[in-house]
C-alpha cells in the first residue's frame, strides 16, 4: 500500500511559504519503479523550486541523464533491470560529480555501506518522512553549492596569482620589449634622414657617383634596416603574444594534447626577460612524447618555478659577490622525461609518467622550512613581496592533473622540484585523497621564495 511506504503524505501543501528556504533552483532526476512514489517525491520537490524529471527504471533514467546533466538523482534501490546501485555506477561514470540520493525500504548496515562504496551522496530509508527527504535534499545540495563557491573562488585565486606574476615580470618584459622598440625608432629615424639625402642625388642621377649611391641606399642600407626593424616586432609580438597568453584563463576543465617542450619553451621565453645576464637557463629532454593536461595551467606552475629559482640564484649570486667570486654562474636546469609504465602479467599495464625536474644552484632551503613550502600563504619573502600562494597554486594544479610534486633541498646548495604527470592525464589514475598540505609534500621549497 502506498500509505506503508510513504508518511505524512497530507503534509504536502502547495502553500509556497511551506516551501524550505533552500539553494537556488535546481534540477533533480526523480527514479521510482512507483509511479506514486515518484510523483509523490517530485510535487515535494516543486514545491521546493526546484525542477524535476520522473523516469520509472534505471536505464531510462540514464537515457535522460546522457540526454541532459541533472544536478542531483534520488532514486529507489530496488527496480527491474537495473537496480539503485547499478544506476550509482552507471551515472557516476557519466559524471564523477553527480550527486545521487537512495532511497529504499530494505534498509541495513551492508545495503548503507554498498551504496557509499559506489558513490551514493545520502541514504534515506522507506516509509520517506517528508521532512528527512527534504533534509536529505538541502544537505546534499548546499554541499554542491559550498563546492561550487569554492571551485569559483579557486579559479578567482589561481587567475589573481597569474596576474602578479605578470606583474613581476612586468619590469624584464617592459625592458624587453624597450630594446627592440628602440631598435626600431632608431632605424626609422635613420632612413628619414637616409631619404633627405636621396633628394638632391635623385635630381642628378647622371652622376655616377649620385646612381651609385642611391643605389646602395635603396638596395643595401634599407633592405637592411627593414629586415632588422621586422625582427624587433616579432620580438615584441612574441612577448606580448606570451604574456597574453599566459593571462588568458584557458579552459579549466578540458584536457588537450600538449607538448611539454612548447610549455616549457614558453615559460622560459617569459621568465628570460627577467633574468640578469648571470643567470642561464638549460633544456634538456629524454624520450619526450605529447600528454594529456592543460597548457595555460602547466605554464603557470613552470613560470612559478622559474620564478622561484631566479630569485634564489639571484640572491646566490649577490651573496658570491659580495665575497669577491665575480666569475660565479646562476644555472637554472629544466629536465623532462617520460617513464613506460610496468607490465605485469595478467595485470592492466601501469601508466607512463612524464617526470620534469626543475633544478637550481641558488640559496636552497632549510629542513624546517620544507614541511610548510606548499602551504598557503606561506612565504620566505619580506613582507609585501610575494602573495605566499604560488607553490600552493602549483601544488593544486598539479593534482587536478592527476600527478604529484616534491622538492629536494639543501641549504646553501641548491634546490630541486620534481614533478611527475600521467602521460595520458588525470583520468589515467584513480585521484588519491590529497594528504595534508605540510606533510605530505615531503620535501618542500620556497612558497615565493
Given at each position: 500500500?502506498?500509505?506503508?511506504?510513504?508518511?505524512?503524505?497530507?503534509?504536502?501543501?502547495?502553500?509556497?511559504?511551506?516551501a524550505l528556504e533552500s539553494s537556488a533552483q535546481r534540477s533533480i532526476l526523480v527514479v521510482d519503479d512507483d509511479e506514486a512514489v515518484a510523483k509523490y517525491i517530485a510535487r515535494l520537490l516543486d514545491l521546493q523550486g526546484h525542477k524535476t524529471t520522473i523516469a520509472h527504471n534505471g536505464i531510462s533514467a540514464l537515457e535522460i541523464l546522457k540526454e541532459k546533466p541533472h544536478e542531483l538523482v534520488i532514486t529507489d534501490l530496488r527496480m527491474p533491470n537495473m537496480d539503485g546501485l547499478e544506476l550509482v555506477t552507471e551515472s557516476k561514470r557519466l559524471n564523477r560529480d553527480q550527486n545521487i540520493i537512495i532511497i529504499t525500504g530494505y534498509g541495513t548496515m551492508e545495503i548503507f555501506i554498498?551504496?557509499?562504496?559506489?558513490?551514493a551522496s545520502d541514504f534515506i530509508v522507506k516509509p520517506i518522512d517528508r521532512d528527512q527527504l527534504l533534509a536529505a535534499v538541502e544537505r546534499v545540495l548546499s554541499r554542491k553549492s559550498l563546492e561550487e563557491s569554492l571551485i569559483a573562488r579557486t579559479k578567482q585565486l589561481v587567475q589573481s596569482e597569474k596576474m602578479a606574476t605578470v606583474g613581476v615580470l612586468s619590469t624584464g618584459i617592459a625592458h624587453e620589449i624597450n630594446n627592440p622598440t628602440t631598435f626600431i625608432r632608431t632605424n626609422l629615424q635613420l632612413m628619414n634622414e637616409y631619404i633627405k639625402r636621396l633628394g638632391p642625388r635623385l635630381s642628378n642621377l647622371q652622376d655616377p657617383k649620385n646612381a651609385d649611391v642611391v643605389r646602395n641606399i635603396i638596395l643595401t642600407e634599407f633592405p637592411q634596416m627593414i629586415s632588422e626593424a621586422l625582427k624587433g616586432t616579432e620580438r615584441i609580438q612574441k612577448i606580448v603574444s606570451g604574456v597574453k597568453h599566459y593571462a588568458?584563463?584557458?579552459?579549466?576543465?578540458?584536457?588537450?594534447?600538449?607538448?611539454?617542450?612548447?610549455v616549457i619553451a614558453q615559460a622560459v621565453n617569459l621568465v628570460k626577460a627577467r633574468l640578469r645576464k648571470h643567470i642561464v637557463i638549460n633544456e634538456s629532454y629524454l624520450?619526450?612524447?605529447?600528454?594529456?593536461?592543460?597548457?595555460?595551467?602547466?605554464?603557470?606552475?613552470?613560470?612559478?618555478?622559474?620564478?622561484?629559482?631566479?630569485?634564489?640564484v639571484e640572491d646566490k649570486v649577490q651573496d658570491r659577490r659580495a665575497k669577491g667570486d665575480h666569475e660565479y654562474q646562476g644555472m637554472i636546469d629544466v629536465s623532462a622525461t617520460v617513464i613506460e609504465g610496468d607490465v605485469v602479467e595478467g595485470q592492466q599495464k601501469t601508466p607512463d609518467y612524464l617526470v620534469l625536474t626543475f633544478y637550481d644552484n641558488?640559496?636552497?632551503?632549510?629542513?624546517?622550512?620544507?614541511?610548510?613550502?606548499?602551504?598557503?600563504?606561506?612565504?620566505?619573502?619580506?613582507?609585501?613581496?610575494?602573495?605566499?600562494?604560488?607553490?600552493?597554486?602549483?601544488?593544486?594544479?598539479?593534482?587536478?592533473?592527476?600527478?604529484?610534486?616534491?622538492?629536494?633541498?639543501?641549504?646553501?646548495?641548491?634546490?630541486?622540484?620534481?614533478?611527475?604527470?600521467?602521460?595520458?592525464?588525470?583520468?589515467?589514475?584513480r585521484p588519491a585523497e590529497a594528504p595534508a598540505p605540510a606533510a605530505s609534500k615531503a620535501a618542500g621549497a620556497r612558497n615565493g621564495r
Open positions: 500500500m502506498l500509505g506503508d511506504k510513504l508518511l505524512k503524505i497530507e503534509d504536502i501543501s502547495t502553500d509556497p511559504l511551506n554498498d551504496a557509499m562504496r559506489a558513490g588568458h584563463r584557458g579552459d579549466e576543465h578540458t584536457e588537450e594534447t600538449v607538448d611539454i617542450r612548447e624520450n619526450i612524447k605529447e600528454i594529456k593536461g592543460r597548457f595555460s595551467k602547466l605554464e603557470q606552475v613552470f613560470v612559478n618555478l622559474m620564478i622561484n629559482s631566479a630569485d634564489a641558488g640559496t636552497g632551503i632549510s629542513r624546517e622550512k620544507l614541511t610548510r613550502v606548499f602551504d598557503p600563504f606561506y612565504t620566505t619573502k619580506p613582507v609585501g613581496v610575494g602573495t605566499g600562494l604560488g607553490l600552493y597554486i602549483c601544488y593544486e594544479i598539479i593534482k587536478q592533473h592527476g600527478g604529484e610534486i616534491t622538492v629536494q633541498s639543501e641549504l646553501g646548495e641548491g634546490t630541486a622540484f620534481i614533478i611527475k604527470l600521467p602521460v595520458e592525464g588525470a583520468a589515467a589514475t
